[in-house]
């Protein structure tokens, strides 16, 4: 079974600071999927980003970017310029490659962003 | 992508009875799941609702606590039976297509029973 960890519950940084929150998984699986997703206080679930294990390039996307660490198993967020829009819950999850496309998540980091 | 609307968004039940939690996905999607989301904790996986078929629940979830219908490719509905104050909780439904990784998700159902 597939586990993933998020080892800081909370995180909080002023407005255009960097922050970068952790997550570690355990898997056995060779080819997998792996999710950065935000839940506001609305309560809406947003994908942030996404990697694919077999692509060894980090994704990017606008100032959200990952550092993927396959062999140790780590999936970093980091994110530059923060604003307070990107206030959230953050979880990281896994999907297996073939399958059901359940997603796994990790526990969640609660981030504020302060002005 | 997909638009999920859940309903209700939010609901107050005595313990005992029961509670259906709809979800409608504005395109034909393959896969539909619920998941549990407890007060400040992570998302769980209920079940995969499939179509024209038995869910396929995952471990400690049964079909008698957690009744799922999914009549077509758009909607599908959980039930929440005979709830007790442990089952207070978010309830999110998800959709997505096979061959694309992202899933959308509903805004939740925030369960409270009393």
């Known amino acids: 079974a597939q586990t993933v960890t998020q080892s800081q519950p909370e995180m909080s940084v002023q407005e255009a600071e960097t922050v970068t929150l952790s997550c570690t998984y355990d898997?056995?699986?060779?080819?997998?999927?792996l999710f950065w997703y935000k839940q506001p206080p609305s309560r809406q679930m947003i994908l942030v980003i996404r990697?694919?294990?077999?692509?060894?390039q980090n994704a990017t996307e606008n100032r959200f970017s990952v550092n993927f660490q396959k062999a140790a198993k780590s999936f970093s967020l980091k994110i530059s310029d923060s604003q307070l829009g990107d206030t959230a819950m953050y979880f990281c999850?896994?999907?297996?490659?073939?399958?059901?496309?359940?997603?796994?998540f990790g526990q969640g980091t609660r981030l504020t962003i302060n002005p | 992508s997909a638009v999920i609307s859940q309903k209700p968004s939010r609901d107050i039940c005595q313990r005992g009875t029961s509670l259906t939690i709809q979800c409608q996905v504005d395109?034909?999607?393959?896969?539909m799941f619920w998941y549990r989301q407890q007060p400040g904790q992570s998302l769980t996986l209920i079940a995969t609702?499939?179509?024209?078929?038995?869910?396929?629940?995952e471990s400690g979830f049964v079909i008698d606590k957690f009744p799922i219908s999914r009549p077509n490719l758009t909607f599908s509905t959980l039930t929440v039976s005979n709830m007790s104050p442990e089952d207070s909780s978010i309830y999110l439904c998800?959709?997505?297509?096979?061959?694309?990784?992202?899933?959308?998700f509903g805004q939740g159902t925030r369960l409270t029973v009393v």
């Open positions: 998800s959709a997505s297509d096979m061959g694309n990784t992202e899933a959308f």
């Open positions: 898997t056995s699986e060779n080819n997998y999927y």
């Open positions: 990697q694919e294990a077999y692509k060894q």
């Open positions: 999850a896994f999907m297996k490659h073939l399958g059901a496309q359940k997603l796994v």
């Open positions: 395109s034909q999607v393959t896969m």
């Open positions: 609702a499939n179509q024209g078929s038995e869910a396929t629940y």
